[in-house]
């Protein structure tokens, strides 16, 4: 009895079979080996602001800047869009016309309000001294968090494409898929803030200015 | 193909590792001992918030994730003002939350735990490129300084 339920259940995960070499869906293949490059690409902008850490010449520095309770908002805010993600790919998947469109308005809401975070966050920083041009540290978190920021903003439109086919009848429970690929997106997204949040904003939001380097004076 | 084929074996679940699903059925009422604690209870109520008996987590389990995500993140806000544990202790305690909140989400959000196993080894084979190549630059950079 236990192992026909086991086998059922196997039955069940393994999900479709699709006529493929691999037997697996291309298209998810696809966004696997992208998320997979995507990693890399991160990896190696988190690695460069790392090296260039401690090595800005003239302030503005990491401690004059950084705002982690507000960074702490925006983190949380985007941990909800990826629940908000799951739960639009659960109903969905159910059939649930209603609550599926609800969670996937709120993903790109709660998308939409990050980017507000972010958008303001820089308009702070420029206004403060800090721009890609100014130092190290302002190149290398401007390249990092943007290429980020360009991420979650082609998600908010991808979803917002996925509500529009969901009214359409383009997006059904039978092709899911589609919103189980955006999805792998979304999370992915979601995990490179992860790291960002803590290596970026938390280990380094202390650092001021190296040795030899003048301090930052606001105004000055 | 035969059943041994290693190809196989790589591109479906097999029972065996952390990734693979619950081997107890929810409505299996009293699961034999088989957690890594070994407390019945322990095993059921991780199954109960991890498991929807379909190939991802139930509501409640998504919510349960999202909960302690959640917990992280604010312990991660309040730590950074602790200067108790000293630099290299917060800092270490920060990036092994990152660590655990990072999993979480591939594991459960990403459904990772619930897929085959192709995809962990794509995405894994990947992240230990990632780290290599994070790792190397920092190497050189400690050894043979910038610019």
Known sequence: MAQQAIT?????????????????????????????????????????????????????????VLDIPITTISTFVLLMSSLAMVLALHYVREGAKGPGRFWIAMTAFLGLVFIIFQVVEFSTFVNEGLTPRTNLFGTTFFILTGFHGAHVTIGVMWLLMLLYGSFKGTLRSDNSLDLEIAGLYWHFVDIVWIVIFTVVYLVTANDGAPPGAPPFIHGG | MPEDNQTKKLLTHDGNGW?????????????????????????????????????????????????????????????????????????????????????????????????????????????????????ALLLLQRHHGVG
């Open chain 1, 8 to 64: 059922e259940y196997h039955a069940e995960a393994q999900d479709t079979t699709y006529n493929t070499s691999t037997g697996l869906s291309n298209r998810k293949l696809l966004m696997w080996a992208f998320l997979a490059s995507d990693v890399m690409f991160f990896g190696t902008f988190i690695a460069t602001y790392l090296v260039y850490r401690n090595r800005s010449l003239v302030g503005p520095y990491p401690e004059n």
């Open chain 2, 19 to 135: 990734w693979d699903l619950p081997r107890t059925h929810q409505e299996q009422k009293d699961p034999p001992r088989e957690g890594p604690i070994g407390d019945p209870w322990f095993k059921q109520a991780w199954d109960f918030v991890t498991y929807a008996g379909v190939s991802h987590a139930s509501v409640r389990g998504y919510l349960f994730i999202a909960v302690i995500l959640s917990i992280f993140t604010f312990l991660e806000w309040r730590l950074f003002s602790i200067e108790a544990f000293g630099d290299s202790g917060r800092n270490a305690i920060m990036l092994a939350m990152s660590a655990v909140k990072f999993t979480m989400v591939v594991a459960f959000f990403m459904h990772l735990r619930f897929e085959r196993k192709y995809y962990s080894f794509i995405f894994g084979a990947a992240m230990a490129l990632g780290i290599g190549v994070f790792l």
